[in-house]
Nanobody, 121 residues
Framework: QVQLVESGGGLVQPGGSLRLSCAAS????????MGWYRQAPGKQRELVAT???????NYVDSVKGRFTISRDNAKNTVYLQMSSLKPEDTAVYYC???????????????WGQGTQVTVSS
């Protein structure tokens, strides 16, 4: 069993900052990429940022220069530092990790439960 537990969402004013965290736990053999997706009301879920185990990153254009993804491989944790937040960043943010468990040599996608980020004055 693998769990991804997110924290750090909330209400923030435009221009403010938030830091999201996501910790993976359970029967983990290895973790490849970890990342963040978001889904706004009435829209499809979209990739926000990802980071491979080697440190390569990828961001959606709309957050480049404002969001920073990082991870602590020793803690199986990924972070998303969000700055200069805009109302259009309002969404439920989901953590994702590509994990091989101790029960399998195959890699599977795991998702967190989601955390609400609301940017409003």
């Amino acid at each position: 069993q693998v769990q991804l537990v997110e924290s750090g969402g909330g209400l923030v004013q435009p221009g403010g900052s938030l830091r999201l965290s996501c910790a993976a736990s359970g029967s983990i053999r290895s973790i490849n990429a970890m990342g963040w997706y978001r889904q706004a009301p009435g829209k499809q879920r979209e990739l926000v940022a990802t980071m491979t185990s080697g440190g390569s990153t990828n961001y959606v254009d709309s957050v480049k220069g404002r969001f920073t993804i990082s991870r602590d491989n020793a803690k199986n944790t990924v972070y998303l530092q969000m700055s200069s937040l805009k109302p259009e960043d309002t969404a439920v943010y989901y953590c994702n990790a590509k994990i091989k468990t101790t029960a399998s040599f195959y890699e599977y996608d795991y998702w967190g439960q989601g955390t609400q980020v609301t940017v409003s004055s």
